[in-house]
């Protein structure tokens, strides 16, 4: 199963990584492909794809994510139009 991981922080990497570890197909989504976290996130997930946020919901079958807080109106307005 496809499964978009919102975010590749330590949590969004050791999910990745344990998914794919089971045969899973994990997609990153995040904002900027080249940041620390993202890298990160790939080395523990090795066969992991990374993409924008966007892209990794509509290509997942299912989506994960955690947010700190609460999600800003623009975060909200953005995830139901996807």
């Known amino acids: 199963m496809k499964i978009a991981i919102l975010g590749a922080g330590n949590i969004g990497g050791i999910l990745g990584s344990k998914w794919l570890n089971v045969g899973h197909d994990v997609l990153f989504g995040v904002r900027e492909a080249s940041s620390p976290k993202a890298v990160s996130a790939l080395n523990k997930a090795q066969g ?29 307005r953005r995830m139901q139009n996807i």
């Open 48 to 76: 992991a794809q990374v993409m924008g946020v966007e892209s990794a919901i509509r290509m997942g079958r299912r989506s994960c994510f955690r947010c700190r807080g609460k999600l800003s109106p623009r975060s909200r």
